[in-house]
């Protein structure tokens, strides 16, 4: 079993920032691969970004490249997602999850592992 615990949302103004942190236990993670989703009111939960646990490879939707950043600090187990110049169409709960797919990461159905989410508000 994996658990993944979410934090760091909360209220920011546009153009603010923020930084999530997803803390994972519970398994190793070596060949796992990490992603951040978000599901805004009255639509479908969609991928964010995602980072290979070994390597670090970094995967980004088109709409946050230049804007968000996701890490991880192996020693940790934690992932983050560094939020910057955000909007408020980037108003969303957030979620972690994990999966030892390394194709289509993309989809929901991928990732075996969810995390409660923590929601994050931008003021316009």
């Known amino acids: 079993q994996v658990q993944l615990v979410e934090s760091g949302g909360g209220l920011v103004q546009a153009g603010g920032s923020l930084r999530l942190s997803c803390a994972a236990s519970g398994r190793t993670f070596s060949t796992y691969l990490m992603a951040w989703f978000r599901q805004a009111p009255g639509k479908e939960r969609e991928f964010v970004a995602a980072?290979?646990?070994?390597?670090?490879?970094?995967y980004y939707a088109d709409f946050v490249k230049g804007r968000f950043t996701i890490s991880r600090d192996n020693a940790k187990n934690t992932v983050y997602l560094q939020m910057n110049s955000l909007k408020p169409e980037d108003t969303a709960v957030y979620y972690c999850?994990?999966?030892?797919?390394?194709?289509?990461?993309?989809?929901?159905?991928?990732?075996?592992?969810w995390g409660q989410g923590t929601q994050v508000t931008v003021s316009s």
């Open positions: 999850a994990v999966t030892e797919r390394l194709f289509e990461i993309w989809v929901l159905s991928a990732y075996s592992y």
């Open positions: 980072i290979r646990w070994s390597g670090g490879n970094t």
